[in-house]
């Protein structure tokens, strides 16, 4: 059975991403493809991973008018990818016309809202205007991608237990996941593959542990152990 790992391609060069990939099982994983790796190797290389069997999530989290966004949406679908996102903070309208697009192709990728990026803290949200607590901007957001017909959230684990208690139909895709024997360096911010599951994590975003692992087909096998607990 596929496991919850999707395991990220973070490369400029396009070699390097199917080198790795090269090291993955597509039964067993799926791969996200970011801004810097399609910046850099565009659609061909997405089209080579889903040739070689795998599910990719393209992680460009758009994020402009409704119309853009509905038609960039409808070129990620055409392009058979497993999984795309949008920015919630693109409003009602952005989200309904992106849900529209997706359900108009013929292939439906899962459609998912990046809610408050963790890389911004109360002090940034202040700067751009919000002065609510991260957790209630978070839950706003997510709230509005249940409304628009969303199929899942980008979230930390550490938002996982209440986003899976108030909207239990989102699937929620948690970044930040560190191996058991890595978590002490980060306690705050990262979780096991374990835990994050625990905490009602659907998929697991992994990148780092893996792909800069010295030996990182043994780091896949040790992420894949961890996951089952
Ligand atoms: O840290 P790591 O290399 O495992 O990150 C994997 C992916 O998760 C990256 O591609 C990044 O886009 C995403 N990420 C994120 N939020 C974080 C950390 C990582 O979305 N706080």
Known sequence: MKSPLIVALDYADPGAARAMAALLDPSQCRVKVGKELFTAAGPLLVEQLQDQGFEVFLDLKFHDIPQTVA????????????????????????LEAAREAVDASGHRPLLIGVTVLTSLDAAALMQIGVSDPVAVQVERLAALSTAAG????????????????????????????????????????????????????????????????????????????????
Not at 73 to 94: E, P, T, Y
Not at 214 to 224: E, G, H, I, T
């Open 71 to 94: 038609k960039a949406c409808q070129a990620a679908a055409r392009l058979g990818v497993w999984m795309l996102n949008v920015h919630a903070s693109g409003g009602k309208s952005m």
């Open 150 to 229: 969303l199929d899942g959230l980008v979230c930390s684990a550490r938002e996982a237990p209440q986003l899976k208690a108030a909207h239990p139909d989102l699937c929620l895709v948690t970044p930040g996941i560190r191996p058991p024997e890595h978590i002490a360096d980060d306690q705050k911010r990262t979780m096991t593959p374990a835990a994050a599951l625990a905490a009602g994590a659907d998929y697991l975003v992994i990148g780092r542990p893996i792909t800069a692992a010295a030996d990182p087909a043994q780091a896949f096998s040790a992420m894949l152990a961890a996951c089952a607990g």
